[in-house]
T-cell receptor, first 113, second 113 residues
Framework: QKEVEQNSGPLSVPEGAIASLNCTYS??????FFWYRQYSGKSPELIMS????GDKEDGRFTAQLNKASQYVSLLIRDSQPSDSATYLC?????????????FGKGTKLTVNP | KAGVTQTPRYLIKTRGQQVTLSCSPI?????VSWYQQTPGQGLQFLFE???????NKGNFPGRFSGRQFSNSRSEMNVSTLELGDSALYLC????????????FGPGTRLTVT
């Protein structure tokens, strides 16, 4: 059973701080990793994808991948109240698996003004 | 470019009935995946269709089925509805490339009474 684990939170940070969201996965052969943001009552929105070890930056967001440790993280710099949402980590299992994407249960982030 | 569209947005059905949900992918996207989201289980993969063929299938009973048409539009059907089928059903589309970034539609909220 391929699994993706996230701290459920809630994670609370003050406005302007760095929010750090973490995710571990069980399938060592996984190749593609994604972060989605989901506002309450809305559908998931893709915010970052990462495929190779290291950091990938996009605006205030930085995704970090360490395949040896089976760990992927998302940093949000200068957090804003509008970043308050649930963040879902998703992993595409290795070839031959039956699932398209395996999702963690999400971390709820609250940014306090 | 228009996003993924899903119809209907809300649906109320009674136990034992069947339901059909529809999804139109982003123009040019040929892969369509379906997910079920519940508070307890999170986002779970149902199945993926590409070129009118089911390419992957998650761990759901045979009451859940789908199909894809030549224009890449997809439908999913749930027969003999149970109370536990109440959920948000999400459709996601992607290009068939090595990136495989998936973009979600707004979802169909199904309530079974």
């Amino acid at each position: 059973q391929k699994e993706v684990e996230q701290n459920s939170g809630p994670l609370s940070v003050p406005e302007g701080a760095i929010a750090s969201l973490n995710c571990t996965y069980s399938d060592r052969g996984s190749q593609s990793f994604f972060w989605y943001r989901q506002y309450s009552g809305k559908s998931p929105e893709l915010i970052m994808s990462i495929y190779s070890n290291g950091d990938k930056e996009d605006g205030r967001f930085t995704a970090q991948l360490n395949k040896a440790s089976q760990y992927v993280s998302l940093l949000i710099r200068d957090s804003q109240p509008s970043d308050s949402a649930t963040y879902l980590c998703a992993v595409q299992p290795s070839q031959g698996g039956s699932e398209k994407l395996v999702f963690g249960k999400g971390t709820k982030l609250t940014v306090n003004p | 470019k228009a996003g993924v569209t899903q119809t209907p947005r809300y649906l109320i059905k009674t136990r034992g009935q069947q339901v059909t949900l529809s999804c139109s992918p982003i123009s040019g996207h040929r892969s369509v995946s379906w997910y079920q989201q519940t508070p307890g289980q999170g986002l779970q993969f149902l199945f993926e269709y590409f070129s009118e063929t089911q390419r992957n299938k998650g761990n759901f009973p045979g009451r859940f089925s789908g199909r894809q048409f030549s224009n890449s539009r997809s439908e999913m059907n749930v027969s003999t509805l149970e109370l536990g089928d109440s959920a948000l059903y999400l459709c996601a589309s992607s290009l068939v490339t090595s990136l495989d970034e998936q973009y979600f539609g707004p979802g169909t909220r199904l309530t079974v009474t």
